[in-house]
């Protein structure tokens, strides 16, 4: 007799039609990695593909913790954010037109 987003079928808890996996259950590391191979992507993709299926305490800090000791991932993935230096200004010109610039995008 579970509660109202708990359910039993075939043997298997459900919480909210999903999967529910304990933390310390053995299949949790196995799911995990099928669910991050299928493209090693940011930690929020993967925890958007994992909670279709599955629901476990925690979640987001497991793969968070999954994510971080794949090699895969950290040979890929680098830090996006670059100190920012001094901000200058920009040099005033001494006559009209000296200097024009273009931008290809």
Known sequence: ML??????MD???LY????Y???PSPLLPEILAVVHDVGHDAIEKILHRFRK???TPCAQTTIQ???C???????KKTKHLHLAGPLLPLTVLSSIWSD???DFI
Do not use: A, E
């Open 3 to 8: 509660g109202d987003p708990w359910s039993l």
């Open 11 to 13: 043997g298997m808890v």
């Open 16 to 19: 909210n039609k999903r999967l």
């Open 21 to 23: 996996l304990p933390s």
């Open 53 to 55: 299926d599955f629901h």
């Open 65 to 67: 913790d999954f994510v």
């Open 69 to 75: 000791h794949d090699i895969t991932c950290r040979q």
């Open 100 to 102: 024009i610039s273009m």
